[in-house]
């Protein structure tokens, strides 16, 4: 029934996304948009803004007839009317002729370039002084200036931002076809783990990681699907695993971490017909006793009991995996880090990639990083800290001042 | 009917969120707790873990038997029994005694430390040879090492992470006060706009402004709203204005920028009884003309219709106002701005603070950010930029190299 024990670099484990499917498309309304992954890209049906747009409140002119205009000897323009906003432009400007017109105002046929109201003087109804000149195409934003018909307006694979929705709604998509949100079956193992509303007896503890993952989860812009808590023992694991994989779009077993729970955990996989052991170890601290299966073309991962273990193993490799399932073109980089400085020195083994807790902290010439002290299995490690540092499995240690980068959480 | 024209700084606008009234408190059940702001202290009922847990895989044993122990002259220890998972320890540990453990095992009576499974040689099934010695509470979790009963374990006014949740879980929080969503009413205005499912004549465009800002608004942690376009018109405008002061938290009315329509703003504002224009106009660019009230204590902003002023008025002003009223206890340092080098030069204007939309890539010596050209009025600068970079009021410009920090969004 055992593998090989394949313990694997991170590196390793990442090349393994790209062998996973992507959640298929669905289509859903523009106000539900924002945060979900485009399933396709989407291109103008045509120009935008679709007319010439003034940028200031001002005289819509030609701008030849502004030439030459100075303080000292201002230009006169007859003021012909004015553009109403959203309406077809009822007047045409000719020669020394201007119509008024608000900020976003049509550029009314003839008109070039729009006079800023700051730089005319009113001298009657029908007459303007301008006293600067403008240049053709001045304060004035051309028709397919913003997005030529044809342009991409969005890309496949992108998570879409407030903004990005915008521009679909400038161009009239009221729907879109978006990666359906991945599934994600989340699942506690541990004879020692009782639910949050159960009070432990001696030797117990309630079960934190369902509610951590479920954030994680959620955060990457997936559906935790908490299945609850699960004894150490073969069937009810097995059982358990097949209404994850028949519901689910990815399987996160965390718990078993000792020697004997994590026997069950690869029995359990390697008793699904379609499964293979990928990793069974990775080699990063915390966190090597990770395990990941392809199950029914599902990752199906094994992760460590102490919720801090499994959160860094998330954030840092999980997640990756659960944003390509959910459409995201280039996964690996999603990721944001901040810049900072150590603020003192750290050990780390060669050979394998050490995460260590920090909190950020302001300071003279930017960010520090402060390693956050206790123990690894503490949860009041990761309420401390902000996020983690790796150090790179090829590096001895770090000195204080070095350039690191945070992966927040 | 109109106020005093009171142009003020970012700072000046900022120092009034402490002003308004914050969201009353709800109970919700834990799974929904990640990403809401608790209403109230949380402490510890009991020590955390509760027990002595063992953080290996092991024997637990008296450390001072192990004492000397070393590959030469290992210490011989009788093996009693097992501590099974999440039970009461059914063996106490006497000196030269070892019991078997997994992580997460609780300490038996008598066994003060673990000794790790590679530290030991099986001889038989009742006898291990140590030669590695332990001190006492070493790979032990002390009972209230990581939270003393009655510690707070988490602050009132703190969004809750997924790692604040599952602490919440650990001590049993099966349902937690959070601030209620503040409901922001989001309304268009401008005779140009039309809906996203309708087809602009000449000199008409899509509504983009509460698509944008609706996002905007929930990446905030606050519930959007959308009551939808609304003419160049008083009465229409102060109809849409009541109901979203009757069912909001905030109102946003963006459009409008233009002279005559930001006076129907303000006009609206003066005419409920309980209201109080706080800045006509910031000094910043882009988002000058950006109006704040407070009306029925609910802050009322007069956005740019500019999506892109919008944006930024929203992320570097409106956005601590809205987390204020969810409850966030220090909403200015909520912000997470990304330190960069600047690529190019940039000239700004003294006695007004600048936002420059950057894109943000990575290069030799950390990240850069890179202007994204073209007018502010377009839509796709904000598509291309990863965020805005800010340059204060009393500078002058900034130089290629410049460290700046980047507003992503």
Redesign the interface.
């Known amino acids: 029934m055992k593998e090989f024990f394949t313990v694997m670099d991170v590196d390793q484990v990442l090349a393994l996304v790209e062998g996973f499917s992507r959640a298929p498309a669905e289509a859903v309304g523009?106000?539900e948009?924002?945060?979900r992954v485009l399933a396709e890209a989407v291109l103008a049906g045509c120009d935008?803004?679709?007319?010439a747009?003034s940028?200031v409140?001002g005289y819509a002119v030609q701008a030849a007839s502004s030439f030459g205009a100075s303080e000292g000897s201002p230009a006169l323009f007859d003021v012909i009317g004015t553009?109403?906003?959203?309406?077809?432009?009822g007047v045409a400007v000719a020669p020394a002729q201007a119509a008024r017109i608000?900020?976003?105002?049509?550029l009314p046929p003839g008109a070039d370039s729009v006079v800023m109201?700051e730089h005319a003087d009113v001298l009657d109804e029908r007459t303007i002084e301008v006293f600067r000149s403008v240049a053709p195409g001045q304060h004035v934003?051309a028709a397919d200036?913003?997005?030529p018909a044809g342009a991409v307006?969005?890309a496949a694979g992108r998570r879409?931002?407030?903004?990005?929705?915008?521009?679909?709604?400038?161009?009239?998509?009221?729907r879109v076809d978006v990666h359906r949100r991945p599934r994600v079956a989340i699942i506690s193992t541990?004879?020692?783990?009782?639910p949050?509303?159960?009070?432990?007896?001696?030797?117990?503890?309630?079960?934190?990681?369902?509610?951590?993952?479920?954030?994680?989860v959620?955060?990457a812009g997936a559906t935790p699907v908490?299945l609850g808590i699960v004894p150490?023992d073969f069937e009810a694991l097995r059982a358990a695993s097949a209404r994850a994989l028949a519901a689910c779009d990815m399987v996160l077993i965390s718990g078993g971490?000792?020697?004997?729970?994590r026997d069950f955990t690869v029995e359990v996989i390697s008793s699904f017909a379609d499964s293979r052991i990928l990793a069974h170890g990775i080699s990063i601290s915390p966190g090597k006793p990770t395990i990941l299966a392809r199950v029914l073309d599902r990752p199906f991962w094994g992760l460590p009991?102490?919720?801090?273990s499994a959160?860094i193993v998330f954030a840092r490799i999980v997640r990756p995996f659960l944003l390509h399932i959910g459409g995201i073109r280039d996964p690996l980089a999603q990721e944001?880090r901040?810049?900072a400085r150590l603020s003192r020195n750290l050990a780390s083994a060669q050979g394998r990639t050490d995460f260590v807790r920090v909190r950020v902290v302001g300071g003279e010439e930017?960010?520090w990083a402060e390693p956050v002290l206790g123990?690894?299995?503490?949860?009041?490690t990761?309420?401390k800290g902000d996020g983690v540092i790796e150090i790179g499995k090829n590096v001895e240690g770090l000195e204080a001042g070095a350039?690191v980068e945070v992966i927040?959480?």
């Open positions: 523009l106000q948009a924002t945060g935008l803004p679709g007319f747009r940028t409140d553009v109403a906003m959203g309406e077809e432009a608000a900020t976003g105002g049509a109201l934003i200036e913003d997005y307006v969005a879409l931002r407030p903004q990005d929705t915008g521009v679909l709604a400038a161009i009239g998509t009221a541990g004879d020692e783990i009782v949050v509303d159960a009070v432990p007896a001696h030797g117990q503890i309630r079960d934190v990681n369902s509610f951590t993952l479920a954030g994680l959620a955060a908490a150490d971490s000792s020697v004997g729970a009991g102490h919720v801090a959160m944001i901040l810049p930017g960010l123990k690894s299995g503490l949860l009041n990761m309420v350039r927040l959480f």
